[in-house]
């Protein structure tokens, strides 16, 4: 309890408070099992007795500020000085099994909410303000032998909230623990219970899964329980079968090492924005979804390969279908299936054949997604062999050396044409509109094949391209 140190005396003190009114609080769940692993706690949550109005009162004397937005779920917030709390009322919650928000129930002792909780390891509690440690359920335990187990029967605790199906993939990709056959055989059992969760809550838990140290284990027991089939059913698709003539890898399990080396290639968590500093959402979705448009795009040729094309293109409009459907915002879905969609383009470039004009499109279209591009594409390369690896990265390499360059002589971040709108009106002589903006697109188009060619030469491409328009018969 090392890591707790630094906190006992505001702990007690806010214990004794409770205590003094008649109350029980209690440390519970994550700060409690995190200071048993010596991780560092981040939340501090406690559980009580005290009804919410009785707990506000309280932490409104504790604390220099409170707020309430959890209480109808019994939980009223707290701030005093750097430290922050949460105080949930004994909870004994449950879904009716047919609405996606819970029922909520407010208990009587910290043995009955211990019990409600989700697995063992979060079951544990420190009493206050004489820091009793309390563990009716034997989390500690299962904390040392790295297992999920849940308080009360597994069925019964999916059964209450089947969100914690998804949690048991999150711990599992956060702390590489491990479910009991018992949990995993409920799992698979009530996997479609899922259904009855708000989008946004599995949406939420999919994150944390997702930005674990270890997302590819959480993810591969949501797949193996049917739950992916679920809530992420591209992921379980990617399992293409393959026949003996017509021969192709993994797209599933290549999927899962792209991410693992993606996120080798993410920058450290104080790194500047150009190295990706992780853990990055927006390159670990897009790494696990760039080949979902694979199984619609599988075609078997007469010699006995194996064809994708334009999977990229249709990978791109599934990875935003079923972000939106998971309600994620319109930033990320946006940006991951821009990625998804340009993650082949880097195979075009051969062995350095790109003119400049190329690398230029290559990258104003990633604009501000460049570096996770980079990132995805190199971590794309999954092949055994040695030597077309090195091919491949050492001509990445290339790519990126011609793109320094470049962006040293042209500032491509911020690529425009050569002659602003206002610019464009008046060589042309037209007002602004529609026809000005295809106007600015050919200049856009010229600056990206010819680079930086001046004023008069921009207005003089501008001029001849005017000739061939038909709204110019009509000066």
């Known amino acids: 309890?090392?890591?707790?140190?630094?906190?006992?005396?505001?702990?007690?003190?806010?214990?004794?408070?409770?205590?003094?009114?008649?109350?029980?609080?209690?440390?519970?769940?994550?700060?409690?099992?995190?200071?048993?692993?010596?991780?560092?706690?981040?939340?501090?949550?406690?559980?009580?007795?005290?009804?919410?109005?009785?707990?506000?009162?309280?932490?409104?004397?504790?604390?220099?500020?409170?707020?309430?937005?959890?209480?109808?779920?019994?939980?009223?917030?707290?701030?005093?000085?750097?430290?922050?709390?949460?105080?949930?009322?004994?909870?004994?919650?449950?879904?009716?099994?047919?609405?996606?928000?819970?029922?909520?129930?407010?208990?009587?002792?910290?043995?009955?909410?211990?019990?409600?909780?989700?697995?063992?390891?979060?079951?544990?509690?420190?009493?206050?303000?004489?820091?009793?440690?309390?563990?009716?359920?034997?989390?500690?335990?299962?904390?040392?032998?790295?297992?999920?187990?849940?308080p009360s029967a597994p069925e019964v605790s999916f059964g209450d909230d089947p969100l914690r199906m998804m949690r048991a993939a999150r711990f599992v990709a956060q702390l590489a623990f491990v479910p009991t056959p018992e949990v995993f055989a409920a799992m698979r059992e009530l996997a479609a219970s899922i259904e009855i969760v708000s989008a946004e809550r599995v949406r939420d838990e999919l994150v944390k899964l997702i930005m674990a140290p270890h997302p590819r284990a959480g993810l591969e027991l949501l797949t193996e329980s049917g739950l992916a089939a679920l809530v992420l059913p591209e992921l379980p698709a990617l399992r293409l079968e393959v026949d003996e003539h017509h021969r192709h890898k993994d797209v599933y399990d290549h999927s899962m090492i792209v991410l693992e080396q993606a996120i080798d290639l993410e920058g450290p968590a104080d790194g500047p924005p150009e190295s990706v500093p992780g853990p990055d959402l927006v390159l670990r979705l897009a790494a696990l979804l760039h080949d979902i448009g694979k199984p619609a795009t599988r075609r078997f040729e007469s010699g006995g390969g194996v064809s994708f094309h334009h999977h990229e293109v249709v990978g791109a409009k599934l990875a935003a279908k079923r972000m939106r459907a998971l309600r994620f915002d319109k930033e990320t879905t946006k940006a991951v299936a821009r990625l998804v969609e340009l993650h082949l383009r880097f195979h075009g470039y051969g062995d350095g054949q790109w003119t400049d004009s190329a690398v230029r499109r290559y990258v104003t279209d990633a604009g501000p997604l460049l570096p996770r591009l980079h990132r995805l594409t190199r971590a794309d390369c999954t092949t055994r062999n040695v030597r077309k690896a090195r091919r491949l990265a050492a001509t990445y390499d290339d790519l990126e050396s011609r793109i320094e360059r470049l962006l040293e002589l042209e500032e491509l971040k911020a690529v425009r044409p050569e002659l602003d709108g206002n610019e464009i009106a008046a060589v042309l002589g037209i007002p602004p509109g529609p026809v000005l903006g295809r106007a600015y697109k050919h200049l856009l188009s010229v600056r990206l094949d010819e680079g930086v060619i001046g004023p008069d030469a921009a207005a003089q491409r501008l001029r001849a391209w005017w000739a061939e328009q038909p709204e110019a018969a009509g000066d």
Do not use: C
């Not at 048993?36 to 009162?57: I, K």
């Not at 697995?119 to 500690?140: C, E, I, K, S, Y």
């Open 1 to 150: 309890m090392a890591h707790l140190a630094p906190s006992i005396t505001a702990l007690t003190d806010l214990g004794a408070r409770f205590a003094d009114a008649g109350h029980d609080l209690a440390l519970v769940g994550g700060p409690v099992r995190d200071a048993l692993l010596g991780r560092a706690v981040s939340d501090v949550d406690f559980t009580t007795s005290a009804r919410p109005d009785e707990t506000e009162a309280l932490l409104a004397a504790w604390g220099t500020a409170t707020w309430d937005m959890g209480r109808e779920f019994g939980t009223i917030g707290a701030r005093r000085g750097d430290m922050v709390v949460e105080v949930t009322t004994y909870r004994a919650d449950a879904y009716d099994g047919q609405t996606r928000k819970p029922i909520v129930a407010f208990g009587d002792s910290l043995e009955d909410d211990l019990v409600r909780r989700d697995f063992t390891v979060n079951a544990m509690a420190l009493r206050l303000p004489d820091l009793t440690f309390v563990d009716p359920h034997g989390g500690l335990a299962d904390l040392e032998d790295q297992v999920l187990r849940t």
